[in-house]
Structure formats: structure tokens, C-alpha cells
């Protein structure tokens, strides 16, 4: 259940930084928004930012803490 969470967290996360950042540079260069919309620009953003969330989340994420008793 947390693989699956943690990929559809990672795939919307990256397909919002993707219309994010594609929607600027289009505007900056003049074409408007319609640059984030292209499939493979989408792909590409899906995959690039996704896997940046999930290292960011791996990286963030707190040890499990586990309790060792030692009757001896």
C-alpha cells in the first residue's frame, strides 16, 4: 500500500512541476501555455519530477526505530 502511495504522490507531484515549469519557460519565450500541454514534454516531466519527490521524500523520511530486549 506505501509503494502505491508513494507513486501517485510522485507521479502528480512531477506532472505539477512539469505545467508549472513548462508554462513559464513557454510564456518567457512567447508560446504560451500551450508548450505544457505537449505529451512527451509531459512524460518527461512525470518522469524527472517524480523521481526528484521521491529521492526528496527518501531523503526526508525518519528511521524506524525499533526495540531490541536482550533477556540474557
Avoid at 2 to 24: E, P, Q, R, Y
Avoid at 35 to 62: K, Y
Wanted: aromatic share 2%; proline share 3%.
Amino acid at each position: 500500500m506505501s509503494a502505491a502511495f508513494d507513486f501517485l504522490i510522485n507521479t502528480a507531484g512531477g506532472l505539477l512541476m512539469n505545467l508549472g515549469v513548462s508554462g513559464m519557460v513557454g510564456h518567457l519565450i512567447g508560446v504560451g501555455a500551450t508548450l505544457a500541454l505537449h505529451p512527451l514534454l509531459l512524460l518527461t516531466g512525470i518522469v524527472v519530477g517524480g523521481a526528484s519527490l521521491a529521492i526528496a521524500r527518501e531523503l526526508n523520511r525518519r528511521p524506524e526505530l525499533r526495540l531490541v530486549v536482550d533477556n540474557s
